[in-house]
């Protein structure tokens, strides 16, 4: 590691700088959703919807939502001999983010394989280090099939309605087909970045040309196809695209050698770090895949990305890196001056040194020098969601492709024939918005129903004040009911999946336990629930989302989580902690702070 000399100060300052350019009145409120307010635009590209007649049955489990978390959960449950499971997912088929997300260049930022589920149990060798969007989406159909969970779905179906029945100790799941239906326990997986956003630009309507949000990708304008295909129908077209977060960095170099004109809205760069993707060999995957081989590998990842000293790092990545910096840093320090202070600092030592490269990294690989200037990040690392990518930058040398960098304002309006921002009408023939997902506190809103408990108590009510939960699966007053999630629990956001195989595994092994028991309800008791919040609160805080940062998602556009800070919590001790604190409570076989009856 090359010693970069840093002026703190001076950086400091920038930072602030920059944040405060881009800090607006309207937050969150700065965006419309994609499904409200342009249903058109909303509609399912790749599956024609089935009708079918509604379902009125009874199953075991249903599980709402089918992405990794309905597929995990499904998949333990079937392990564990529960055999009526049925998943109700909105898209046409499983994968959720992976069903929706068919951008050209979509990939997985986690190495595979620890980010892509059940590779042992379903004997899947990932082809390559960050395995491609196709790839995924064929492993989500894989564990569909291997468990039989296609059996009982239902898909193109949304949730309107999921109510407990106290008589009967039953869920009545009511839906947008009109199905109502009971099930013994319910799963809600519905994933926080499932409602596609636009930016609510004045004139966005109007436009004459074709449009389309990235979860919404038209092969059918663009040509190509989500397997790499050449966009061929873009080769007389002017493309403007909204938008530079993870998703524009994957598709951005894939648009730049197909359109005639590439016209990139910036308003905050991203930080772009080097990939390094590479195929992986079955023969090298042979010799690591010892029985449990993935789980280890998940646990060293999480590791290294905590607080202690782990004596390998077998995925070796961006996300790595910048916590082996950290550590080397702090092995410079005395034990006894480690205070939680130095630590923080020295986390922001090797951050500044950490993005001065990825700054370096920009000016480098840009032909042009003032292109290569505007698309330096000035934060935190953590402030946003880091990128890794090989050809994004190098995206900006191609003839076609043009920065507009709209320093921190954004575009202003959309007009009939393009995109005005910095005084000036770009005409083009397609605008793409690149604009992400919605992220509220009000999680009832985002997942589209609400949920009724014991006596009429909705989980809106409940969470009034905050999220609250035991574990981030448990809820007091929700009997048989479980949320499968990252937060106040590992709430670990470099490996979303290893979150969900280990809520999957405490899920099957409670319902295996009542079930055996010939129980008929499990539910976390209001004390337990109340001491765990109190135990997440003994932590340092979140490192993420504060508002120090320049405006996105994760610090709720500037604005911070104020009370709600809870929606961002973990355990205290970090994410490896939360993991083997859940692999103690599950094997001792109490089952602490819940109650079967
Ligand atoms: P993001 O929310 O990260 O990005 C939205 C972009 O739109 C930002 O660059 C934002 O700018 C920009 N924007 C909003 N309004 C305007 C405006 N008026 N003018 C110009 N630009 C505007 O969405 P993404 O779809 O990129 O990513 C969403 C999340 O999906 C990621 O953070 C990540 O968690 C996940 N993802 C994961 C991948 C993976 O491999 N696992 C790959 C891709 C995405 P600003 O930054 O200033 O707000």
Known sequence: MNAITIDKDALKAKYAEERDKRLRGDGSAQYVRLESEFSDLATDPYTPRKERDPVTDHVTFAFIGGGFAGLVVGGRLKEAGIEDVRIIEKGGDFGGTWYWN???????????????????????VPTEKYAHAPEIRDHCSRIGNHFGLYEKALFHTEVNDLEWDEAQKVWIIRTSRGDAFTAKYIGMGTGPLHVAKLPGLPGIENFKGKSFHTSRWDYAYTGGNPEGAPQDKLADKRVAIIGTGATAVQCIPHLAKSAKELLVFQRTPSSVDRRDNAPIEEDWFSDVAEEGWQRKWQENFAANLGVGFPAEDLVNDGWTDLAKRVRANLKEVPPSEWTPERMLESFEDSDFQKMEEIRQRAAELVDDPDTGENLKAWYRQLCKR???????????????????????KGVERITENGVYAGGQEYEVDCIIYASGFEVSLDSVSRAGFDVTGKGGLKLSRHWEEGMRTRHGLHMAGFPNAFMVQPT??????????????????????IVSHAERQGHQTVEVTAEAEQAWLDFLDTGLGVNIGNTECTPGYYNNEGVGWGDNTRFMQGHPHGAMAFFNYMDGWRKSGEFEGLEFR
């Open 102 to 124: 068919r951008y050209p260049g979509a990939q997985c930022d986690t190495a595979s394989m620890i980010y892509m589920p059940l590779l042992e149990e379903t004997g899947h």
């Open 386 to 408: 880091p990128c890794f990518h090989d050809e994004y930058l190098q995206a900006f040398n191609e003839p076609a492709t043009r920065l507009i960098d709209t320093d921190g």
């Open 488 to 509: 106040q629990a590992a709430n670990f956001i470099a490996n979303v999946p290893h979150n969900i195989v280990d809520h999957a595994d405490t899920i099957a092994t």
